[in-house]
């Protein structure tokens, strides 16, 4: 069931849980979530990067697809199809292609100029009944052309984006893209305090959830967060299960380099990490609260 993530993000903010945002890649990795999400009775986030919208020939066949598989299998639960780190073109490229919630990335612009693009957005993205996310501060690291440096995000800035309407903060906490290096300080947990404070009610966003120890990740969602971006994680498990498979030699046993076969174990490496995350971040249960 298609929706904006605006409702099922309030319900978890109340419930002190947080919503999964899976990144989607390709046919596999959309039907794996959508599958497991079903099965736990979990709303979920497809989250689509630029980079990847463009790897499957652009936001309109990404949109049609999970449109089409949404119905061919019969999900019942919450799904938002959702823009992530978008450009302020590319927010309007998928609010034309149909999907149900959008995230403009103007961290990189001077705070003027962020909260000038983003209160545009957010009265088109509401319009027409689209959710919205805006970021504050950046996100370490590099995911699909999107480099940061990890600066946490000012407190005051996050409550003046928050003021616009959006649906949804992220705000940058140390946390970063990829994996996490050894000598990583951890999460700024006094920064996500300070945010929570300013912004109330605001479901915050924590990007980055691969490699985040569970007890810091129970923490954020104690402070306020209620949305977790996860993608590196699905492709590690990914290519570990795929390899697996290749160096045990069963892409050579009868027709087992056909393709659905090929990428069956990846898939369902997909389907537990995701269910994993799920039951980590207390979304098991609760699509239909």
Same mark, same amino acid.
């Given at each position: 069931?298609l ?6 993000l ?7 849980y ?10 596999e ?9 079903q ?7 497809? !989250? ?25 299998? !019969? $999900?019942?639960?919450?799904?938002? *199809? ?12 998928c609010?034309k ?30 319009? *027409? ?8 501060g ?5 995911e ?7 600066e ?16 949804m ?32 009610i ?13 007890d810091?990740?129970?923490?954020? $969602? ?5 949305? $977790? ?6 492709q ?6 795929t ?10 046993? !009868? ?6 076969? *090929?990428?069956?174990?990846g ?13 980590l ?9």
């Open positions: 069931m929706v904006s993530a605006t409702e099922m309030k319900k978890a903010k109340a419930g002190h947080a919503v999964g945002q899976f990144n989607i890649n390709n046919l990795w959309t039907k794996s979530i959508l599958l497991t999400a099965e736990l009775n979990s709303p979920v986030i497809l !989250g689509v990067s630029e980079g990847a919208g463009k790897y499957m020939s652009g936001f309109k066949t990404v949109a049609a697809m999970v449109k089409a598989m949404d119905e061919e299998l !019969g $999900i019942t639960v919450p799904v938002a *199809l959702h823009l992530d780190h978008g450009s302020y073109e590319g927010c309007y490229k609010i292609a149909g999907f149900t919630s959008i995230m403009f990335d103007g961290s990189h612009y001077p705070i003027e100029e962020n909260v000038a693009k983003t209160t545009e957005l957010v009265n088109v993205a509401h319009a *027409l009944g689209l959710s919205i996310e805006a970021e504050v950046s996100i370490g690291g590099e699909d052309g999107v480099v940061g440096a990890g946490c995000a000012d407190p005051k800035e996050c409550k003046m984006i928050a003021d616009l309407g959006v649906d903060l992220a705000a940058g906490i140390g946390n970063i893209h990829g994996k996490y290096p050894e000598n990583w300080a951890g999460l700024s947990f006094e920064t996500l305090d300070a945010v929570q404070q300013e912004t109330g605001m479901p915050l966003v924590l990007h980055g959830g691969t490699g985040i120890p569970e810091m990740i129970k923490k954020a $969602i104690d402070l306020g967060v209620s949305k $977790i971006n996860v993608n590196t994680e699905c590690l498990s990914f290519q570990e299960a390899r697996k498979y290749i160096e045990e030699g069963k892409d050579l046993q !009868g027709k087992g380099f056909d393709p659905r076969k *090929l990428l069956a174990p898939a369902q490496a997909i389907c537990d990490t995701v269910k994993e995350k799920m039951e971040f207390g979304s098991v249960g609760k699509a239909n609260d």
